[in-house]
């Protein structure tokens, strides 16, 4: 392995010649906020192990995953860190693409994980993938924009009760939009809230024989829904926007609804960085009146290629940035309420994180009531909330939501966006061997 040291004369040989021996990771993250801290805390973990060095390359979601997808399926070997969706996960475990995490310590407590969370990272007992952080999504709204408008948001309401609302607390002219969702062409990103979405209005992605389902009625009721919704109701440009541009325009007031991850209630509450953190309430994500609820359940992930050379020293840093300890570094530095939620049982048990998140109890029933296994209100041959966890749904479900941006965007109708989709799936799936 090749260090990178400076040489600074013959004199200084001797002092560096301990660090010769010093392993560089590579880690590959994304560029959400609570990845954000955890970089700046690193100093942590490198002052209790000096023979690991540290090398961070962050990118945003769409592009990081094209970059680790293609790195670990060519064995290209340029990261020792991976972090990895839920998605990715059980697929490549099964492909032998990652290590099983055996040696976390005695102290880690894999006991402590939310069962929800590990179970999908996990194969024949193992654990492929560490997770960082968890979440489900739900509703962040302004309490005094509703106040105003004379409406009291429910905790479990319907879809129906939201898009009136946003109509109502839209107020264009000073900048402020009813709702805010994504739009950003991806498979974990229009998609993952435009599935989850869809469940709720009875869609699903593929019937029992994967026979592709957009050329069926509720697909058009869900995606038309959400089409007029973002044009009366939605900022400019909605179909650019991901989580991290929402989140922007939410912490900046321009936002009166936001439903996405739960992970954002730390960010839109947070005085540091919101400029409305005492004005957010939260619901659970809405349903359709057909009993399924558009919440998801994805995690964040620390997991290790195969190909990597330094599997004792990644393991060592997987370990400790999804650790207790870990959470209580971030409530030392930053408060509890900012520690990565999600993940382990004892956070939810601790009276301190209860009493400065008010939204803990809110998230983990998000996270508890998702069913990955029975997404829709028709049975489905696929598990995933807000995805379809076969190899192929990279590909199509970021081909599909570049119809779905496009009809919002208003280059193309629900009806040409639903037509292209049924006809991609049907192209993919039949090319796979799922149909004949």
Known sequence: MTLKIFMLGTCAAALLSGLAQAETLTIATVNNGDMIRMQKLTDDFTAKNPDIQLEWVTLEENILRQRVTTDIATKGGQYDVMTVGSYEVPIWAKQGWLLPLDNLGADYDAADLVPAVSSGLSQDGKLY???????????????????????TMPEAPNWDFIADAA???TDKSNEVYGICLRGKAGWGENMAFLTATANAFGARWFDEKWQPQFDQPEWKNALSFYVNLMKDAGPPGASSN????NLALFQTGKCGMWIDATVAASFVTNPKESTVPDKVGFALAPD?????????LWSWNLAIPAGTKK??????????ATSKAYLELVASKEGWANVPPGTRTSLYNNAEYQKAAPFAKMTLDSINAADPKNPSTKPVPYVGV?????PEFQGLGTAVGQQFSAALAGQTTVDQALASAQQLSVREMTKAGYIK
């Open 311 to 320: 599997a004792e020293a990644a393991e060592k840093f997987v370990s400790w």
């Open 129 to 151: 993938a560490a997770p960082f952080y968890a979440e489900s999504s739900m509703i962040m709204y302004r309490k005094d924009l509703f106040e105003k408008a004379g409406l």
């Open 386 to 390: 807000q995805f379809v966890a076969i």
């Open 167 to 169: 109509r109502k607390i």
């Open 242 to 245: 991901g989580f991290n541009e």
């Open 288 to 296: 359709a009146g057909l009993g399924k609820r558009g919440n998801w």
